[in-house]
């Protein structure tokens, strides 16, 4: 869990006493490969923290399947929406290969927030620098070339090519995989 102590110091000063109090609300989790995490119509009742392997979300869209984004270790993920509004899920969310993670749910955080404010603090650094990473990545995405979308996604997630495969990574960019090994190659 050392993984996840030092994911929360990069945003606050983490006390060992409210640490402690998030290991007992959270639970280890194996999913093996190809495992549905979340399916689309289920309400996301939890929060994770990938120690390794890695997580797709995708949609199915006129029969084909689109991946949104590719999680990799030492990351949270969840589908967003879903978790913070507590609705329905309009994604999916599957184990690329097997997956360590923590799990926490929506309800202990809520309790963790209340009882360690500075955990807000956390969540709120955390929700803003990963809302500027996709605005940064969606900003002006759909008027790039697909050379440009490929060395936009590079440089916002440089190790992405290391967890997901060229196919994920085709369907992330909107593009054939084909076209991202024409890409790769020159």
Request: proline share 2%.
């Amino acid at each position: 869990m050392q993984e996840l102590a030092d994911y929360i110091k990069g945003y606050i000063d983490l006390k060992e006493d409210t640490f402690q109090h998030i290991l007992s609300l959270s639970n280890e989790v194996v999913f093996e490969k190809g495992e549905q995490i979340l399916n689309i119509g289920k309400t996301c009742k939890h929060l994770y923290f990938l120690k390794e392997g890695s997580v797709r979300s995708f949609i199915y869209q006129k029969g084909k399947d689109i991946t949104h984004w590719v999680y990799g270790p030492n990351s949270l993920f969840t589908s967003w929406g879903s978790y913070i509004l507590q609705n329905p899920s309009n994604e999916y969310l599957e184990a690329i290969d097997v997956c360590k993670v923590v799990s926490i749910s929506y309800d202990n955080w809520q309790l963790l927030f209340k009882e360690h404010p500075e955990l807000e603090r956390f969540g709120r650094l955390m929700m803003e620098q990963e809302l500027a990473i996709i605005d940064e990545f969606y900003k002006g995405y759909y008027f790039l070339s697909a050379k440009e979308k490929y060395e936009l996604l590079i440089s916002v997630y440089p190790n992405i090519t290391q967890i997901a495969n060229l196919g994920h990574i085709a369907s992330m960019l909107g593009i054939s995989q084909e076209t991202l090994s024409r890409i790769r190659s020159t």
